[in-house]
């Protein structure tokens, strides 16, 4: 095995003439550089935690605004304002409605109608975090912008900053304007 070792202590020679520190660890910071972006990201949870409105407790009331079944949230992505200080419709002290909205049809279940829905992001101040939801009735395609609720859309606000969403009826679907 004297000539294993002998290649081996050979060639470690050979690369000690031809380079130096500095090259040598600039080569190994290029490879990990280069090799940080070919690594897979790892898929992590991005949903928030909620304190009661997305728990599932078994409770399955569309008829409770603090919940995330509740009618009106049949396309809503994002915190309910019911948790945060505001109201269905109305935003939370120190935010204020997006200038952009989203619009979905949902089923009222009192009367067994179908409305429109806005769903308005409240922007400005920090995120507020508790009650979040993600239902996805009627959801399209990102390249649908009216009808898509994954986009932040405090975009057209003086403040970007999420807070927390409402929900506004708009009338009832197929109902005819006079």
């Known amino acids: 095995m004297r000539w294993f070792d002998d290649f081996f202590e050979r060639q470690a020679r050979n690369v000690a ?3 130096s520190r500095r090259s040598a660890l600039l080569r190994i910071g290029r490879v990990m550089v280069g090799t ?3 690594l897979p990201v790892l898929p992590f949870d991005r949903q928030p935690r909620a304190q009661h409105g997305a728990i599932d407790d078994g409770k399955h009331d569309p008829l409770d605004p603090e919940r995330c079944e509740y009618w009106r949230y ?3 992505d994002g915190t309910l304002c019911t948790c945060c200080g505001g109201s269905i419709t109305t935003c939370p002290p120190g935010s204020e409605p997006s200038s952009v ?3 979905g049809t949902c089923h009222n279940p ?3 109608k179908d409305y429109l829905v806005s769903y308005n992001d409240c922007c400005g ?3 507020c975090g508790h009650c979040f939801c993600n239902q996805n009735e009627g959801e399209r395609p990102g390249y649908r912008m009216g009808i898509h609720n994954d986009i932040n859309w405090c ?4 403040s970007s900053v999420y807070h927390c969403t409402v929900s ?3 009338g009832e679907s197929g109902a005819k304007a006079g």
């Open 17 to 19: 003439l031809k380079t």
């Open 36 to 38: 940080a972006f070919l």
């Open 74 to 76: 049949c396309s809503l």
């Open 101 to 103: 909205t989203w619009i």
């Open 110 to 112: 009192e009367d067994g």
């Open 125 to 127: 101040g920090a995120s």
């Open 155 to 158: 975009m057209g606000n003086e």
């Open 168 to 170: 506004v009826v708009l």
